[in-house]
């Protein structure tokens, strides 16, 4: 059962340009929603994360837009850069589960 | 060591072999969570620990796999007579304590390949 819906699966973007990532859920309870970055050969790392109580978070280059009627909610990467280029994920849980159900990626290429 | 240990970092074995798969968690780290991630698949859960009991084993693919926890840390992930769909990248993860919102750290993986 695919809780989180994630797109697109795979971002080409030239450096400097904005990336754009997006997810949806299903579960009306999920209520907190981070973003993991993984470069290959290596673990996700977390990024940044956003609670429903605000609709966007910003940390840098890093946005997360947050849409709660329409239960979506995205990554925006300002200023794309070589060194951004990493798969993304983003990730879902509630406070009855706590258990982090994940996105199916998304790999972004950044190209100078 | 500063962050999540996992070993063997990649293994091949044959198909119908028992694998154990091990993760050290950050010191001090009480939950300890196992994931899997397969080709242009995302991180799918397989079981978390709290100290060294199991709360949630609903992830487990099967009953060929079984985790344990020893002493509050390390954990060893035992997958029985393997299939070439168990191959896969394992990841375990820890955090402070378990519980909403919490961030979790992951190691780098263990690649294992079923042939």
């Known amino acids: 059962q695919q809780q989180v819906k994630q797109s697109p699966q795979s971002l080409i973007v030239q450096k400097g340009g904005i990336s754009i990532i997006n997810c949806a859920y299903e579960n009306t309870a999920f209520d907190y929603f981070p973003w993991y970055q993984q470069f290959p050969g290596k673990g996700p790392a977390l990024l940044i994360a956003?609670?429903?109580?605000?609709s966007e978070k910003k940390e840098g280059r890093f946005t997360i837009s947050f849409n709660k009627s329409a239960k979506q909610f995205s990554l925006h990467i300002m200023d794309s850069q070589p060194g951004d280029s990493a798969t993304y994920f983003c990730a879902a849980s509630s406070s009855d589960t706590d258990k982090l159900i994940f996105g199916t990626g998304t790999r972004l290429q950044v190209f100078p | 060591g500063a962050g999540v240990s996992q070993s063997p970092s990649n293994k091949v074995t044959e198909k119908g072999k028992d694998v154990e798969l091990r993760c050290d968690p950050i010191s001090g780290h009480t939950a300890l969570y196992w994931y899997r991630q397969s080709l242009g698949q995302g991180l799918e859960f397989l079981i978390y620990f709290q100290g060294n009991s199991a709360p949630d084993k609903s992830g487990l693919p099967s009953d060929r796999f079984s985790a344990e926890r020893t002493g509050g840390s390390v954990s060893t992930l035992t997958i029985q007579r393997t299939q070439q769909e168990d191959s896969a990248v394992y990841l375990c993860a820890s955090s402070l304590v378990y519980g909403f919102g919490n961030t979790i750290y992951f190691g780098e993986g263990s690649w294992l390949t079923v042939v």
């Open positions: 956003i609670r429903p109580d605000v």
